[in-house]
């Protein structure tokens, strides 16, 4: 399974150790120790020349990934949803393999896709066996994937690829036993008992897309800076909002109250953004300021842990990132398009909400069931695997790593060897880093204080303090 002060730098220097510099450093985990191994610098010009040679390969991915755009090549056209009106939500939407062929990708995917293999051949016999060079022949052969699975669109086939790219809800995590849907089905019951008309004062959408832009732009301004981060109105989007390389884009007809653009400004912009500012940033491993398949959980994963870091999340929010990975695992397991529609009917939205979270998991697939798009399970398995991650870290006295999860559009597995090439200026400390992770003790408590009260006798803790409210 697969694993997005401001504006402050962190990394060597800062009293919580530097990447590259621990002559035998302990790993977070027995497969990441495995690519930690202490790295032994070439003689200078054999250090110059490979710099050289990594940026160049570095760039053509860059340029290769360019065009690419999965979400825009999924698009349903505006007409889809007022038919879907029209017919009263009762008649299965009509998208094919056509359809989808109508929307110009800019580029021929069959020939990008022989092109990023080609240049992953390049990689392998320029550099060798070294480990950048293997997370750059990763990126390039999961490019080449996305390539055949755009062709695949509104196909059956689509699925295959989704699924191998973006993992499945019946993936095991890696504790090798729960599963992603275990998550989900435990979530879905916890987060159905709580009421949050009592949480605190109701937060009311009163913002349009207009506003929202107006108010990410003073912010983004501040926290990065020197930077200069764009944030634009777009009635193309599904989402409330998407970030790209250095812009936000805020769905025109959007209505967002002012804790939904908190959550934004933490997501979109201190995660995404900064993560794509910082990689683009990289001297040499330019790569990283792009986003392959195999990073999207930890972007995502982390862009959720913020908002919940930053207290900016609430009940509704956590439901429909959760609902996502059900949602998905319905469609797998053959449920249309009409039967997703209608579960979210009983789960109290309204028809349009109802027909955007499902066209959510079937864009590019087929719309009958049994192979969808599977890329929504990522904020689950990321805010979990992430978790772990930084707490693995902290435990076994590698924080610096924490840190390096800012440094661009990573997998966990690719930490390890981007650390260990700070010391000789491969690879530079991100720019851009939330507080929370510029300094790292309060984080580094909270994750103790969660996995000690996680190993409490919960339920018989639950109990005693339901009798006590009893008494009220």
């Known amino acids: 399974m697969r694993d997005r002060d401001a504006g402050s730098t962190g990394g060597p220097g800062d009293g919580l150790g530097a990447c590259g510099l621990d002559p035998a450093p302990t790993s977070v985990t027995e497969e990441l120790a495995a690519s930690a191994e202490p790295y032994e610098p070439p003689l200078r010009d054999g250090l110059r020349r490979y710099k050289e040679k990594l940026a160049a390969l570095a760039d053509k991915a860059t340029e290769a990934q360019k065009p690419i755009r999965i979400l825009h090549a999924l698009q349903w056209p505006t007409s889809v949803w007022e038919d879907f009106r029209a017919g009263g939500y009762r008649e299965l939407p009509t998208l094919t393999a056509e359809s989808y062929a109508r929307v110009d990708l800019g580029f021929d995917p069959i020939a990008r896709a022989r092109d990023f293999r080609d240049l992953a051949e390049q990689v392998a016999r320029t550099l060798g066996d070294d480990a950048l060079g293997g997370i750059l022949r990763a990126t390039c052969m999961e490019y080449a994937e996305v390539c055949e699975m755009l062709v695949a669109r509104g196909t059956p086939g689509f699925y295959g690829y989704a699924r191998r790219l973006y993992g499945s809800p019946k993936d095991r995590l890696p504790d090798g036993v729960t599963t992603v849907r275990d ?7 916890l987060l159905a008992r709580i009421h949050e008309a009592r949480l605190g004062p109701s937060s009311q959408p009163v913002l349009d897309g207009a506003q929202v832009v107006e108010l990410l732009r003073t912010r983004f301004a501040t926290y990065f800076g020197e930077d200069s981060v764009h944030v634009m109105a777009d009635d193309g989007i599904i989402a409330d909002a998407a970030a790209g390389s ?3 884009k805020v769905r025109g007809g959007a209505k967002l109250s002012r804790a939904d653009v908190d959550i934004l ?3 979109e912009g201190w995660v995404h953004v900064a993560t794509s500012l910082n990689g683009a940033a990289q001297p040499f491993a330019r ?12 972007q995502e994963g982390l862009a959720v842990l913020m908002e919940l870091l930053t207290l900016r999340s609430h009940p509704r929010r956590a439901r429909r990132l959760n609902e996502r990975v059900l949602a998905v695992d319905m469609a797998e397991d053959g449920a249309s398009f009409l039967d997703v529609f209608d579960w979210y009917r009983t789960e109290g939205y309204d028809e349009e909400t109802c027909f955007n979270a499902a066209r959510r998991v079937f864009r590019g697939g087929t719309l009958t069931g049994g192979a969808p798009f599977t890329k929504d399970i990522a904020y689950t398995v990321g805010l979990v695997t992430n978790y772990h991650f930084i707490r693995s870290a902290i435990r076994a006295s590698r924080p610096e790593m924490v840190r390096y999860l800012f440094v661009g559009k990573v997998a966990h597995e690719d930490i390890p060897a981007l650390c260990a090439r700070v010391a000789d200026g491969i690879v530079s400390t991100p720019r851009h880093l939330p507080p929370q992770f510029v300094d790292l003790n309060g984080l580094a408590l909270w994750m103790a204080y969660a996995t000690y009260f996680s190993q409490m006798g919960l339920d018989a803790m639950d109990d005693a303090y339901e009798q006590l409210f009893q008494r009220g």
């Open 183 to 189: 998550i989900a089905h435990t979530q879905h019951a």
């Open 246 to 248: 250095d812009y936000v």
């Open 265 to 267: 400004e933490a997501h």
């Open 287 to 298: 790569w990283l300021g792009k986003g392959p398949p195999r990073t999207t959980s930890v």
